[in-house]
Nanobody, 120 residues
Framework: QVHLVESGGGLVQTGGSLRLSCAASGVLFKINTNHWYRQAPGNQRELVATLTRDGSAMYANAVKDRFTISRDNFKNTMYLQMSSLKPEDTGVYYC??????????????WGKGTLVTVSS
């Protein structure tokens, strides 16, 4: 089992920056992949960024070149550095951790989310 707690959300003006944190505890050595998702009011949840065990990062087109996903293994914490924020970045941001499950499946653990509001 993996327990995740996000923090760092808040209100920021357009063009500003925020760093989200995701503190992890539990069976951390099993984690293969971490993700950040977001959900804007009235919209479906969308994948924002992915970080694999070997350190490969991938981003949604909407945030590429503005957001950076990273991980500090000593602190058991994952980050999402967000810059040049836009009002459309507003939403609840969730971190997740994927571990193997069963023979070939996976289990994805979710935090409760942190709210980011970008004012215009």
């Amino acid at each position: 089992q993996v327990h995740l707690v996000e923090s760092g959300g808040g209100l920021v003006q357009t063009g500003g920056s925020l760093r989200l944190s995701c503190a992890a505890s539990g069976v951390l050595f099993k984690i293969n992949t971490n993700h950040w998702y977001r959900q804007a009011p009235g919209n479906q949840r969308e994948l924002v960024a992915t970080l694999t065990r070997d350190g490969s990062a991938m981003y949604a087109n909407a945030v590429k070149d503005r957001f950076t996903i990273s991980r500090d293994n000593f602190k058991n914490t994952m980050y999402l550095q967000m810059s040049s924020l836009k009002p459309e970045d507003t939403g609840v941001y969730y971190c997740t951790a994927e571990t193997p499950y069963g023979g070939s499946g996976s289990m994805e653990y979710w935090g409760k989310g942190t709210l980011v509001t970008v004012s215009s």
